[in-house]
């Protein structure tokens, strides 16, 4: 990791993210992965995402790997194109609004935890009941985590046309592996974009300077651009999120606390 320039790393938790990318980026705007529908089917029909599990051994790990779980209703091959190609968005500010949950923080840290299948003691049941019922009942399935969904990637090439870019570079969550790709590769007539048998977890453009990233048990992403790209194309006219202020941290919806964070002014 020591080798990856900061302009493609993924912040730390110690300091606040426009520190850390002071000398890099201007912007930093937080991207919500969405809740989305795919026509004909529901996760009742066509289960999708990972699978968590309580195996906690390096044992029980090794075998998973070998022999991955499977449910019955698995969702059919292919099946992240089709989301790709005829997903619908479906916004947390509407989920939120549908099963009455008036604190959007709140509402946010509920739904993460839910999607990541967090241990931890409160984990907002009474939410997750509603967002369990109105899910199922609507056919929504959960925000993808850990990496580009693909029910974004249309809008992302939407947006990095508003910024004139042609190409940019993907990586792999580690930053080992990347590949090059047209922003015309993020069209919602083309596949998913893919590196093989890798995630997708980053984007980068060089002119102007952008970089996506999203990290490991996330339900969302981040967009670092410089002034002149927030002046070209306003990542909020395109994503639901927020902006991150001087004292955001990636963990932003953790409490200041939750670790231990570094001095105001000494940045890492």
């Known amino acids: 990791m020591g080798n990856i320039p900061r302009r493609i790393m993924e912040a730390p938790l110690h300091t606040p993210m426009l520190e850390w990318w002071a000398k890099e980026y201007d912007h930093v705007f937080i991207i919500l992965s969405p809740f989305f529908r795919v026509d004909g089917y529901s996760p009742e029909t066509a289960a999708f995402g990972p699978v968590h599990v309580d195996s906690a051994t390096v044992d029980d790990v090794l075998d ?3 022999n991955p779980v499977t449910r019955p209703n698995e969702a059919p091959d292919g099946f992240e194109d089709m989301i790709k190609n005829s997903g619908e968005v479906v ?7 549908a099963i009455g949950v008036e604190d959007h923080r709140t509402f946010c840290l509920a739904c993460w935890l839910w999607v990541v299948a967090s241990s931890r003691a409160n984990k907002y049941p009474d ?3 509603k967002l369990d019922v109105y ?3 609507h056919g929504i399935y959960k925000p993808e ?9 249309p809008i992302v090439g939407a ?5 004139g870019i042609d190409d940019v570079t993907v990586y792999s969550e580690f930053r080992e592996k990347h590949m090059t790709v047209p922003v015309t590769a993020f069209s919602s007539e083309q596949p998913t974009i893919a590196i093989p048998r890798e995630k997708t977890c980053a984007i980068v453009a060089g002119e102007p300077k952008v970089l996506f990233y999203w990290g ?9 651009i410089s002034e002149g790209a927030r002046l070209l194309a306003d990542p909020a006219d395109f994503f639901e999120g927020q902006y991150a202020g001087v004292d955001t941290y990636c963990d932003w919806l953790n409490p ?3 670790f231990e964070r570094n001095p105001t002014g000494r940045t890492i």
Request: proline share 2%.
């Open 135 to 137: 899910c199922r009942k």
């Open 127 to 129: 939410i997750v009941e």
């Open 145 to 153: 985590e850990d990496q580009l969904p693909a029910v974004l990637e």
């Open 64 to 66: 998973l790997i070998k």
């Open 216 to 224: 490991y048990d996330e339900t969302y992403g981040f967009i670092c």
């Open 159 to 163: 947006y990095l046309t508003a910024l």
């Open 91 to 97: 916004t947390w500010k509407e989920v939120r609004s």
């Open 256 to 258: 200041v606390d939750f």
